[in-house]
């Protein structure tokens, strides 16, 4: 038999995705199921939505801002199923099948959590970007679920979790990454893991370049708080994981290793080694003359760029038979923007972000919002 499915949406003041998620999870034949939307400040449009699926969905409307991990906890108390589905309300369910529940249903059978395959809306120039960022995202996690069974951190747009594990973890807490909080607490109690890479939610990219950074900004403080609180616990799983873990930051920040080489290895061994291979080259073939007097002079920007260009192409490479593997649009230009711009810009964001909690906690603005 088959457990009762109870669905959570939660939605700050409104979302144009709302109503035909709903319509979808509705038309889904998965009979034993029940649907929670809570929103806070709702606006006109999410009280039109309210009054049209009150029949079928449970709502509460906040009229203030309460937090995703307030209302979320709360919800699951008023609920009943043993499996219990968080949707984020800016998603999309992919597919045209609608056996959608029912693999969540069955796959949960032997994993206390499952997360499904997150891809990006690609209808604007940043989220074309920003698509490149699910598929690392995606990929570790996959990483995960293949090696450990385990995940330190989910993407809390579209997972389930056994209600009995939910309990045993004691809900959401109210920190800045409740899901990525949940999945820790998770990894540490031992509770099985599955990534579902043949079930896929699309979801909402930001708006715009200030939209976004105002969104990794909110991630960047609370990934550095999440560092903070675990970070015990984090170096033990590096030291007991390496194979795992390694290549999973790899994977999240591509440009990690340009980083790294840059500022970890000494510019002035390096030219120095350079340019003797180079000059005793010169004395045999005067060609190699003027490279010679290049090198002297130039060979720290020749450095970083030629490890730059290398780097650049063995990601490329690597992205794009994942991305054809697990059903994600490849482009080498988006991809050349994504590694040069947007995964360095992101870098710099959890570092800064890490330097500020760790310099300066008194004056971090920590923002509960959904």
Known sequence: MLPTLSIFIPVYRESDLLKPLLERLLDDPYEKKEIFVVIDEPTE?????????????YFICNGERRGKANVLNELVDKSHGEILLFLDSDCRIDGESKDFLRRIAEEIKDADIVEMKKKVIRDSFIARIVSYDYLSFNLTNLLFSHNLKKCLGLNG?????RREAFNKLGGFRRVNLEDVDLATRAFMEGLSYKFLKDISISTKAPSSWRKWFEQRKRWGIGSALWLKEYLHDIVRIVKEYPEVLLPSLLMMFPTLPFFLFTVFVPDDLYVK???IFMLLL????????????FTSTSIVFVKNLS???GSLGAYSAFFYVVARKIGFVFNPAEFIIFYII?????????IASIIKIYADMKNVNLNWKI
Do not use: H, N
């Open 282 to 293: 010169s004395t045999q073939v005067s060609l190699f003359l003027p490279p010679t007097a």
């Open 45 to 57: 449009k999410s009280f039109s939505i309210v009054r049209e699926f009150s029949d079928c969905v």
């Open 307 to 309: 490890f730059m260009i």
């Open 273 to 275: 080694g350079l340019y």
């Open 157 to 161: 747009a579209a997972f389930a979790i």
């Open 342 to 350: 947007y995964s360095p810009l992101w870098l710099l964001i959890i």
